[in-house]
């Protein structure tokens, strides 16, 4: 048997006899071909679908984690042996705290200066004559705190975050050695930001402590 194929060109319409088997394979053809096409668009459709759900987990995500977050802005003197925040801590939050400026814990009599540096301090940490006892400088000039008036201190330097085991004010201070507060000079501007404490915890807390103003 033998079909009669139309077959159109830039002069018109043309007719072409061919055998049974070559239309059908072309129609087979042509089957598979718009198959094919409508595979590959469903994949594509379901892929942009699953992106645009996985970007509005996200930020469903955001949202929540946003949800009870305070900042606070203070300015840490250097020359206040420890200030208190007004800043309540407690173990059901996840504490963040950042320092930003400039401050100095007074002259190096050796090296004949008065050096100025950040929140991560001066030279080296200090490490206790007693291993049984906490000493009272840590790292000379880095940014320190405190929970509560009885606690030890704790290196914050540039950041620091962590989880309060109990519930007391948030006390910052310069690391010096008590009694010598009165020749630091320079201040650093902190910001503290406070969420729940919901697992799992933030992997990065954004802070901008740069951005708070300085004393008048």
């Not at 055998?19 to 459709?45: D, G, I, Q």
Request: glycine letters at 10%.
């Amino acid at each position: 048997m033998v079909h009669m194929l139309r077959v159109w060109g830039e002069h018109g319409q043309l007719r072409m006899r061919a055998p049974v088997h070559y239309t059908k394979e072309l129609a087979m053809n042509t089957r598979n071909h718009v198959r094919a096409m409508t595979s590959t668009a469903l994949r594509r459709a379901a892929g942009a679908l699953a992106g645009a759900l996985a970007g509005l987990v996200a930020l469903a995500g955001v949202a929540a984690a946003q949800e009870g977050v305070t900042r606070q802005c203070l300015i840490v003197p250097a020359d206040v042996e420890w200030m208190g925040t007004g800043i309540t801590v407690t173990p059901r939050e996840f504490v963040c705290v950042k320092g930003d400026g400039l401050w100095s814990h007074g002259g190096q009599g050796v090296e004949q200066l008065y050096p100025y540096y950040g929140p991560e301090g001066y030279g080296r940490d200090a490490y206790p004559a007693d291993p049984e006892e906490p000493d009272p400088v840590l790292h000379i000039g880095a940014l320190v705190g405190k929970i509560g008036p009885e606690s030890y201190r704790f290196l914050i330097r540039h950041q620091t975050c962590f989880v309060p085991k109990i519930t007391a004010e948030l006390l910052l201070a310069m690391d010096d050695a008590p009694g010598t507060y009165g020749n630091n000079d320079g201040y650093l501007r902190v910001q503290v930001v406070k969420q729940p404490a919901t697992w799992p915890l933030p992997n990065r807390v954004k802070m901008n402590p740069e951005m708070c103003a300085p004393p008048k």
